[in-house]
């Protein structure tokens, strides 16, 4: 059997939809809702990390019946910031200029990035309520991630607070490193999403 269907490219392996827009929308609070971060040299210790935050540019999320049953948020990746170097207004600058850079996260080519919701299942277990699996998107390239998170619905706004979660910076085509004598860069960076969103009226 020939297959006339091409291959997928492999920068876009994905979880299958099992969402539906089927319910009462709400729009992303960028004001009140971001995505912190942190990334780490070889050892994950506190003296050799950096932290800091990404705004989202625009978000919706859908609930039916009370309960969460679809989003998707776009990150901006031109907000990305140290939280770490506040006080070292130089240093901050240089971190923030290499990490938007060909380099890491090669933002103007880039601005976006996304984390769409393609599947929403209650959990009795440990500190959250609701795994969410979906499809990230960085640097144009999407992968399947799931996400534990604790999840509220009530009176016409949505909480989700995620656990914080490492991802791969390579695989999603972040492979730089730094010279060894200034410690080379782990590839796990922890992510955790913290959105608002409020019901349209």
Known sequence: MVSCKKDKPLSSESNEMATTKDGAQYTVDTLNSRVEWKGYKIFKSENTSHFGTIKFESGDV?????????????A???????????????????????LK????????????????????????????NTLLDGNLTIKGITKPVQFKANVSVKEGLVNIATEPKDIKREEFGVKFQAPAANGVIKDEVTLQINVKALEKK
């Open 62 to 74: 859908t609930v039916k019946d009370g309960k969460l049953e679809s989003g998707k948020f776009v």
């Open 101 to 128: 850079s060909g380099d890491f996260f090669e933002v103007e080519k880039f601005p976006t990035a996304s984390f769409e919701v393609t599947k929403v299942t209650p959990s009795a277990e440990g500190d959250y």
């Open 76 to 98: 901006d990746m031109t907000s990305l910031t140290s939280e770490d170097l506040q006080n070292d207004a130089e240093n901050l600058k240089k971190l923030n200029g290499h």
